[in-house]
């Protein structure tokens, strides 16, 4: 074998074990993207119970104080800013469409 293929084949091992490392965190990922889908499939089960309950007792949709210590609490989770910046805008999204669900609940009942 030649210099360069064996320079070739070197690199090719290389890309090989890359591709293999890349596809094992990527099947990591896959399953916490289950798991995390389970989860919200729960928190959405939770939301609607909720809607219901501000509906009957005319409860504002927005809790803007429990969103923000909600918030507050998740960031501590966060190994550094970055992450707690990553998790917060993440749990805006579930906020919001959390919201915008209930909202629309009650606007199919007529109530607000």
Same mark, same amino acid.
């Given at each position: 074998m030649t210099k360069s293929e064996n320079e070739l084949e070197t690199?090719?091992?290389?890309? #090989? !074990? %890359?591709? &293999?490392? @890349?596809? !094992?965190?990527?099947? #990591?990922?896959? *399953?916490?993207?289950? /798991?995390?889908?389970?989860? @919200?499939? &729960?928190?959405? /089960? @939770?939301?609607?119970e909720i809607g219901k309950r501000k509906s009957v007792h005319h409860i504002p949709?927005?809790?803007? #104080?429990? #969103? %923000?210590?909600?918030?507050?609490?998740?960031?501590? *989770?966060? *190994?550094? /800013?970055?992450?707690?910046? $990553?998790?917060? =805008?993440? $749990?805006?999204?579930? $906020?919001?469409? &959390?919201?915008? =669900?209930?909202?629309?609940?009650? &606007?199919? *009942?007529?109530?607000?």
């Amino acid at each position: 074998m030649t210099k360069s293929e064996n320079e070739l084949e070197t690199v090719n091992d290389q890309t #090989e !074990q %890359k591709k &293999s490392e @890349l596809a !094992q965190l990527r099947a #990591e990922i896959d *399953k916490l993207d289950s /798991e995390i889908a389970l989860l @919200l499939a &729960s928190r959405y /089960e @939770l939301v609607q119970e909720i809607g219901k309950r501000k509906s009957v007792h005319h409860i504002p949709v927005l809790d803007p #104080e429990r #969103e %923000k210590n909600i918030i507050a609490k998740v960031r501590t *989770k966060a *190994k550094d /800013e970055n992450c707690a910046n $990553f998790i917060q =805008k993440i $749990f805006e999204q579930i $906020f919001k469409a &959390s919201r915008d =669900k209930q909202v629309d609940d009650m &606007s199919s *009942k007529g109530q607000r």
